[in-house]
């Protein structure tokens, strides 16, 4: 009899170990998984409609300065002659204040394309690209237009020349944060197929 109660007792003894193993074998995770913090991603809210807006069907690329009070982006606009895409701009007094003086940059855009704005973190630089003006390299190029400061009026922009530039697209254009490094898509033709990101760099901003 004690022989069978202590056979009784090692495998009651073993079956409650084999339980401690499978929990934490399967708990473990699970736990760890549970007690994970949501992704940053899930805290945003439902999208609604902003004010940005030129009036027209299609509008994209926006491009902000580095206080988020000053916003650029590209509205594709209808005429006679078929589709024509601009580049507009606006600016406000705070984060919370509404967006005010939503206009055309009339400096920039011409009757062809204007695309893909980026705008500096100090908000002095627009880099963008543009089939429209004179002095390109051959489809879109990318060009810049800078000012003093954010109260003065953006200066005629300069083709970045046939270092950046070729005879097919460059377009898209994104800096580093301290302005050193560039990468842009390039060498498409036509329905921009094939095309490649670049990256260019340079040793200041001088």
């Not at 970045?160 to 254009?173: L, Y």
């Amino acid at each position: 009899m004690k022989a069978n109660e202590e056979y009784v007792n090692t495998k009651q003894s073993n079956h409650r170990q084999g339980l401690h193993r499978v929990w934490n074998w399967w708990t473990i995770p699970v736990v760890a998984m549970l007690a994970s913090p949501a992704p940053g991603w899930s805290q945003f809210k439902p999208p609604v409609r902003t004010e940005i807006t030129s009036g027209g069907d299609l509008e994209w690329g926006a491009t902000f300065s580095g206080d988020m009070l000053e916003v650029y982006w590209v509205a594709d606009q209808v005429s006679g002659g078929g589709a024509l895409w601009d580049i507009w701009g606006a600016r406000r007094e705070s984060i919370d204040a509404p967006w005010e003086d939503v206009d055309l940059l009339d400096v920039v855009n011409t009757s062809r394309i204007e695309s893909s704005p980026h705008l500096s973190r100090d908000g002095l630089t627009l880099t963008f690209a543009s089939n429209g003006r004179e002095g390109g390299h051959g489809g879109l190029d990318l060009w810049q237009t800078t000012r003093a400061s954010r109260d003065d009026p953006w200066q005629e922009p300069a083709n970045m020349g046939p270092t950046i530039n070729t005879r097919r697209n460059e377009a898209n254009a994104t800096f580093s944060t301290d302005g050193l490094e560039m990468i842009f898509n390039g060498g498409c033709t036509g329905p921009c197929s094939p095309s490649r990101l670049r990256r260019s760099t340079r040793e200041s901003l001088a």
